[in-house]
Structure formats: structure tokens, C-alpha cells
């Protein structure tokens, strides 16, 4: 083969590379630049009749690049949104459902409010702040003291499940004080809170019961501390 023709066809080859930098950008690029050119075409073509034959054919396309999404209620639907922003709006067929708009899909989600209302405070949680406000209702009584020392000892257990220290029962007292707007007063009184080792205690017996992936231990600590192996009652007969 002569080698001149060789090297021009190269070069001509080399000259016409489309480098990604150059090329337009795609709107969805999971669907790749061929698809982006089928939708490019369609649109340009000025026959509506030939137009929505093309459209059809790329939804068929585009389904069958998808088919974990088969089994989807509004699979579809999908597609059909997909293609008119693929074709920036431009697409003018029609379509078995409503056509998306631009300004639809600019449309910016209401900003969420944090829940937490005491972020200071944010390791005793929502509910320690609903069961402030039920004891706020509630008349003064037994029933309503008793009420009040269990949300404080549940405070200082929480306080110390995240924080992983020891804390002083005025400093639970404080917080009370606080999050009940001065209503739950505990900052004088003499009652004292579950001891602080007993509530790490709890905390380490919580945490060890929750194993990764939930896998039950293999053997028992009976069976373990003997070193044998839990097996049927079976096992040690003879064979026959």
C-alpha cells in the first residue's frame, strides 16, 4: 500500500478529531453524545408528522438504555420529561403527558426549618423539649415532681451518652432551668440524680447489645469460658 496515501489519510484523520473540550455540552450525560445528536436531528426536522415518528423512536431508544427502570409506575413519563430538556426546549411533538416547562425545573424547594429549637442543647433532643412543655401544664403535685426528676436523670443520661464525661447534677439542673423558660426550678433543691457511673454503665450495656449487621454471637459465654462448641445433643452417639 503506498505509503503516501497512508500518511495523508492519517493526517486527515488527526484534523478531524473532536476533542470533548470542543464538543457542545450535554444535558444528560448518562444517555452519551449519540442520543444528544438523535434529539438534535428530530428537532430540526420541519415535517411534525416525521417529527413525532422520530420522538417515538428515541423514547424507544432511551428505554431500552434503561431497563431497571421498567418496572417503575411513571417509567414512561420519565422519558418523555427527559427528552424535551435534552432538547432544551426545542422539541415540539406531541406528547402523551403534560410538557415539562424551564421554569418548572428552575424552581428552587422552600428552605426546610431545622427541627431542633434548642440547637445549644442539641444531644438531649426533641422529645426532652416536649416532655419540658407537658410538665410545664401540669399543676404542682407529686405527680408533676415525680415527672420532673425523670426527665432531669434522662437528661443526664443523654448529656453523658454524647458527651462521654462526667457532669455535675447542677449543670442538668441549669439546663432544666433553661429549656423550661424558668418553669422546672430544680437549681436549689436537694434531690440528687442517678449516679453517674450507673448511667455510664447503662449506656456501655446499650451500646454493646447493638452489634454491626445485627450477627448473633457463635457460641454462648457458658460454652466459651469451657471451650466448647454448642452442638446437638446428637453429635456424641456412635455411629452405626
Same mark, same amino acid.
Given at each position: 500500500?503506498?505509503?503516501?496515501?497512508?500518511?495523508?489519510?492519517?493526517?486527515?484523520?488527526?484534523?478531524?478529531?473532536?476533542?470533548?473540550?470542543?464538543?457542545?455540552?450535554?444535558?444528560?450525560?448518562?444517555?452519551?453524545?449519540?442520543?444528544?445528536?438523535?434529539?438534535?436531528?428530530?428537532?430540526?426536522?420541519?415535517?411534525?408528522?416525521?417529527?413525532?415518528?422520530?420522538?417515538?423512536?428515541?423514547?424507544?431508544?432511551?428505554?431500552?438504555?434503561?431497563?431497571?427502570?421498567?418496572?417503575?409506575?411513571?417509567?414512561?413519563?420519565?422519558?418523555?420529561?427527559?427528552?424535551?430538556?435534552?432538547?432544551?426546549?426545542?422539541?415540539?411533538?406531541?406528547?402523551?403527558?403534560?410538557?415539562?416547562?424551564? #421554569?418548572?425545573?428552575?424552581? !428552587?424547594?422552600?428552605?426546610? +426549618?431545622?427541627?431542633? /429549637?434548642?440547637? &445549644?442543647?442539641? @444531644?438531649?433532643?426533641?422529645?426532652?423539649?416536649?416532655?419540658?412543655?407537658?410538665?410545664?401544664?401540669? #399543676?404542682?403535685?407529686?405527680? !408533676?415532681?415525680?415527672?420532673? +426528676?425523670?426527665?432531669? /436523670?434522662?437528661? &443526664?443520661?443523654? @448529656?453523658?451518652?454524647?458527651?462521654?464525661?462526667?457532669?455535675?447534677?447542677?449543670?442538668?439542673?441549669?439546663?432544666?432551668?433553661?429549656?423550661?423558660?424558668?418553669?422546672?426550678?430544680?437549681?436549689?433543691?436537694?434531690?440528687?440524680?442517678?449516679?453517674?457511673?450507673?448511667?455510664?454503665?447503662?449506656?456501655?450495656?446499650?451500646?454493646?447489645?447493638?452489634?454491626?449487621?445485627?450477627?448473633?454471637?457463635?457460641?454462648?459465654?457458658?460454652?466459651?469460658?469451657?471451650?466448647?462448641?454448642?452442638?446437638?445433643?446428637?453429635?456424641?452417639?456412635?455411629?452405626?
Amino acid at each position: 500500500m503506498n505509503t503516501k496515501y497512508i500518511k495523508e489519510v492519517a493526517n486527515d484523520v488527526v484534523h478531524h478529531l473532536e476533542y470533548n473540550a470542543e464538543r457542545t455540552h450535554l444535558i444528560i450525560p448518562e444517555y452519551g453524545r449519540h442520543l444528544q445528536k438523535l434529539i438534535n436531528q428530530a428537532t430540526a426536522i420541519e415535517d411534525r408528522e416525521e417529527r413525532n415518528k422520530a420522538a417515538k423512536y428515541i423514547i424507544q431508544v432511551m428505554g431500552s438504555l434503561n431497563p431497571h427502570l421498567r418496572d417503575v409506575p411513571d417509567f414512561q413519563h420519565k422519558l418523555w420529561d427527559q427528552l424535551f430538556i435534552m432538547s432544551d426546549f426545542d422539541l415540539d411533538v406531541e406528547s402523551p403527558y403534560p410538557v415539562p416547562t424551564r #421554569e418548572v425545573l428552575q424552581l !428552587k424547594p422552600d428552605a426546610l +426549618k431545622y427541627p431542633q /429549637n434548642f440547637p &445549644k442543647y442539641r @444531644y438531649y433532643g426533641n422529645n426532652i423539649k416536649y416532655m419540658i412543655d407537658v410538665a410545664n401544664k401540669w #399543676e404542682d403535685g407529686e405527680m !408533676k415532681n415525680a415527672l420532673v +426528676k425523670v426527665i432531669a /436523670n434522662h437528661m &443526664k443520661k443523654s @448529656y453523658l451518652s454524647w458527651n462521654k464525661d462526667t457532669v455535675k447534677d447542677d449543670v442538668i439542673f441549669e439546663h432544666l432551668y433553661e429549656l423550661s423558660d424558668g418553669k422546672l426550678n430544680l437549681i436549689q433543691s436537694t434531690q440528687e440524680l442517678l449516679n453517674t457511673t450507673d448511667l455510664l454503665r447503662t449506656n456501655k450495656r446499650v451500646s454493646n447489645k447493638i452489634t454491626p449487621g445485627g450477627q448473633p454471637k457463635i457460641q454462648s459465654n457458658k460454652n466459651a469460658k469451657a471451650g466448647k462448641s454448642p452442638t446437638h445433643k446428637n453429635q456424641n452417639r456412635k455411629p452405626l
